[in-house]
């Protein structure tokens, strides 16, 4: 997936034609047939009209053991994954949204200057991107949204569990009230007004020079 510059967020969830992830032969420059021959991905439908299938991971067990090791291995953390993951966890459970911002810009911090050094505008923004997809699909033992679409937009993740529920907006850059403005203007919380659950609204931004998070705010 390295070397091919693939993301998972771009592979999984789509239909494609049996002869693009049946035959693996090993000078084909195409990571999907090894992927669908090894087990981590498998047919969830079948389009007759089109003539091609669904792949995605057959349950959450696959999926989040092979999202760890992708994450570790692409993002290489002095952190152990799979603890950050129960800290991150425990914080949500619990309704804190400081100390989400404690963990994620600890564990963003951990990653070597080496991986997320990037020379041109568009591989920042692609690193930014994946880099949050693995992160936040690693913590999915509760509903998660990522790139959730709504009637007005598309919110970058949600977060529900049974106290709470999470709204985040990323901005590459950018700062974060940029971010919670978005959430307002594009009526991201409209759906959760009659819910019991606490809300939280956070705006965060990612610094592409430090790699890390650089504005953090909760409302």
Known sequence: LAHFRENMNEL????????EFIDYKADVEQPLPMIYQSGYLTIKDYDMRRNTFLLDFPNNEVKNG???????SYLQPKKRVEGWIFDMLD??????????RTLFTSFLS???????RKDDERERERYFQYTFYLILRLISVYTVYVEKQQ?????????????????F??????TADEALRQIEEKGYALEYVSDARTLYKIGASFSSETGTIGEWKTV
């Open 12 to 19: 999984t969830g789509k239909y494609y034609r049996t002869e």
């Open 66 to 72: 092979f999202l760890t090791a992708i994450a570790t």
């Open 91 to 100: 914080a949500l459970e619990a309704g804190e949204p400081d100390t989400l």
């Open 110 to 116: 951990s990653i070597p200057y080496t991986m997320r």
């Open 151 to 167: 009637s007005h937009g598309r919110v970058d993740c949600v977060f529900e569990t049974p106290q709470y529920v999470y709204i």
């Open 169 to 174: 907006e990323f901005k590459l850059d950018g």
